[in-house]
């Protein structure tokens, strides 16, 4: 069984900051690519911020210069770093990773936290 355990969500006012954690556990080999995606309410699931395991990343424009992504492969947490949170950030926020288990790799989801910013 593989597992995808996030925390950190909340709420939070315009400008302010939280951070994401994402650590992966259960019978795994190792984790490859590793991000972030956010849902709003009636809008498709969207790629918010991605890290490879040698720690290149990838940011979708909305969120460039104000959202971090790290990692540490040594515990298979992955972070986000939010700042200057604004409330067209509202959504729920999914922790996304490759896992190998035996002997492939396939992608598994965390459950989901909610960020709400608002005032």
């Known amino acids: 069984q593989v597992q995808l355990v996030e925390s950190g969500g909340g709420l939070v006012q315009p400008g302010g900051s939280l951070r994401l954690s994402c650590a992966v556990s259960?019978?795994?080999?190792?984790?490859?690519?590793m991000g972030w995606y956010r849902q709003a309410p009636g809008k498709q699931r969207e790629l918010v911020a991605a890290?490879?395991?040698?720690?290149?990343?990838n940011y979708a424009d909305s969120v460039k210069g104000r959202f971090t992504i790290s990692r540490d492969n040594a515990r298979n947490t992955v972070y986000l770093q939010m700042n200057s949170l604004k409330p067209e950030d509202t959504a729920v926020y999914y922790c996304?990773?490759?896992?190998?288990?035996?002997?492939?790799?396939?992608?598994?989801w965390g459950q989901g936290t909610q960020v709400t910013v608002s005032s």
């Open positions: 996304n990773a490759d896992v190998k288990v035996f002997k492939y790799y396939r992608p598994y």
């Open positions: 890290i490879t395991t040698s720690g290149s990343t």
């Open positions: 259960g019978s795994i080999s190792s984790v490859s690519d």
